[in-house]
């Protein structure tokens, strides 16, 4: 009896030996499998640091261009704050503190805004004189308080910024909209509706008016009948914007545009999307023309 219970001891360690090695086999079998597993994952985070990458170059690539045209335009990387010569600083502020007050013949004048950056440069009638005779640039006539004027400088400012164009020559016609202090000179109708100088201009302003008098309209009064006096003479409306190389007239534009009229009520109505478009069409092709980056109208490919 002794031999069978050692005999049946023997089988029942063997028994625990096998389900052990049973146990482990599957623990093997599992961890190759994790590890087959792990490289696909692997390839799919590069595949996705390639991609990050490639948006990474890309947005890179975009930005130094747009940073590459901002310095070639104005000469150098800007500063996080512009800031603004005196001619700009003062072309801003006249036009910007008349937003929603009243001129004196009781109309609204129109909210606009001006950059910081205009490049707005302020020039005497010598000076505007001399350029038509010999000079070169792009040259605006017009006054803050002008209603016509007010309308047209937001799209000749960007119509700038469209072009390599660095300046704007300015010309005030009437500062601080006093009619006394105007460049040009002053006709008057008599008691029997003759016209009549009643003050001068200076020397250079008729430079201006005979360098400009194939492009200039008539200086014509009005009767209290409506009735219009010519008075012989040519006249600088406001706005009037002009583009002179080398001496030479390049460029004439005269107000805003045609479909551009006075409303109703006597005022001044603001441009509509369509008038703006035109507007800037004539402005950008005149600074084109005086840049030199003008299309040849031979070119069938277009501009």
């Known amino acids: 009896m002794a031999k069978e219970e050692k005999k049946k001891t023997t089988t029942v360690k063997k028994k625990n030996n096998t389900k052990k090695e049973i146990n482990e086999s599957p623990k093997s079998v599992k961890t190759t499998k994790v590890e087959k597993k ?27 261009g747009y940073l590459t045209i901002q310095y070639q335009k104005h000469g150098g990387f800007s500063n996080p704050k512009y800031e603004a010569t005196k001619d700009e600083i003062k072309f801003k502020e006249e036009y910007e503190k008349l937003n929603g007050t009243v001129r004196s013949n009781g109309k609204k004048h129109k909210e606009i805004s001006i950059l910081d950056d205009n490049n707005i440069v302020y020039i005497s009638v010598d ?20 209603p016509w004027c007010r309308n047209i400088v937001p799209v000749l400012l960007n119509a700038m910024n469209s072009t390599s164009l660095d300046k704007i020559y300015y010309v005030d016609v009437r500062p601080n909209d006093d009619a006394t202090s105007d460049i040009r000179d002053t006709y008057t109708l008599d008691t029997r509706n003759k016209a009549k100088r009643t003050k001068d201009a200076s020397q250079s302003y008729y430079r201006i008016l005979l360098a400009l008098a194939n492009e200039l309209s008539d200086y014509v009064l009005t ?12 006249r600088l409306y406001a706005p009037t914007v002009v583009a002179v190389l080398n001496g030479e007239l390049i460029g004439f534009h005269e107000g805003s545009v045609e479909s551009h009229e006075i409303d109703k009520d006597g005022n001044v109505p603001d441009l509509t999307k369509e008038q703006e478009d035109e507007l800037f069409k004539i402005y950008t092709e005149m600074i084109s023309k005086y840049l030199g980056d003008e299309c040849s109208t031979s070119d069938e490919e277009g501009c």
Request: hydrophobic residues 40%.
């Open 38 to 64: 792990v490289t696909p994952k692997k390839e799919e985070d590069n595949n996705y640091g390639r991609t990050l990458l490639a948006a990474i170059l890309i947005l890179v690539i975009f930005v130094g």
């Open 127 to 146: 000076e505007a004189a001399d350029i038509l005779d010999s000079g070169s640039g792009i040259i605006y006539f017009g006054f803050s308080a002008c």
């Open 223 to 234: 009767t209290d009948k409506g009735k219009e006096v010519n008075t012989g003479e040519k």
